[in-house]
């Protein structure tokens, strides 16, 4: 009974914010397209900005715990004054570290850049593209849907057990209806991996046109 309860609780909640969630939902297709569209002017910016904050956070934090050792005495503060030199000292080093592997990898970082930027000028002049997450999606729904309402059908053959105590019954399988439904399970696996190749060979097929 409690379950149920909370099921038709959390029905009357989707009905009562239906509008809230299609807003939120249009609002995120709006944002995503309005991102991709912009990517290809702020990849590099946003990258390489991100990338000096991260590094300036570092030394800024070195720089902070040695001030606040200042504060402690090394005799009678000694831990404070020891956690307050070691935090010195690790962020530096990260900070040495963060900053060697952004000049050993700026070549790396400069190609993934330009990459992301290609992307999104493909995206921007193939916009279609954007919903076909949406299309693989919804015909996922679907085809569940079907595999779930099937997969009771064949839970179903065997033989049906009531107990009293139980709300659902029980229902012993034989060892040929266990096998038709792990390989009606692999079905469902199979069925959700074509989809998601079927997407990238849309896509790569667009990319060469």
């Known amino acids: 009974m409690e379950s149920n309860s909370a099921f038709a609780s959390s029905v009357n909640d989707i009905q009562t914010c239906w509008k809230v969630i299609a807003g939120m939902a249009a609002g995120t297709i709006l944002i995503a397209?309005?991102?991709v569209f912009l990517l290809k002017w702020i990849v590099k910016p946003v990258l390489y900005v991100s990338m000096v904050i991260i590094l300036a956070m570092f030394i800024l934090f070195g720089a902070w715990s040695f001030m606040k050792r200042s504060e402690y005495d090394a005799v009678t503060q000694k831990k404070n004054y020891d956690y307050a030199t070691a935090g010195a000292g690790i962020a530096w080093g990260l900070a040495f570290l963060y900053a060697c592997f952004?000049?050993?990898c700026w070549n790396n970082i400069s190609l993934g850049a330009s990459i992301m930027e290609a992307a999104s000028a493909f995206v921007t002049s193939n916009i279609r593209i954007l919903f076909l997450p949406i299309i693989a999606y919804i015909v996922s729904l679907v085809f569940?849907?079907?595999?779930?309402?099937?997969?009771?059908y064949l839970y179903g053959i065997?033989?049906?057990k009531y107990n009293a105590l139980l709300p659902i019954a029980t229902v012993t399988n034989n060892k040929n209806t266990t096998y038709l439904a792990w390989y009606f399970l692999f079905g469902l696996l199979w069925v959700v991996a074509f989809l998601i190749c079927l997407q990238q060979f849309i896509k790569i097929g667009r990319a060469h046109v």
């Not at 569940?144 to 009771?152: I, P």
């Open 102 to 104: 952004m000049c050993c």
């Open 33 to 35: 397209l309005l991102y």
């Open 158 to 160: 065997g033989e049906v």
């Open 144 to 152: 569940f849907a079907y595999w779930a309402v099937t997969a009771v």
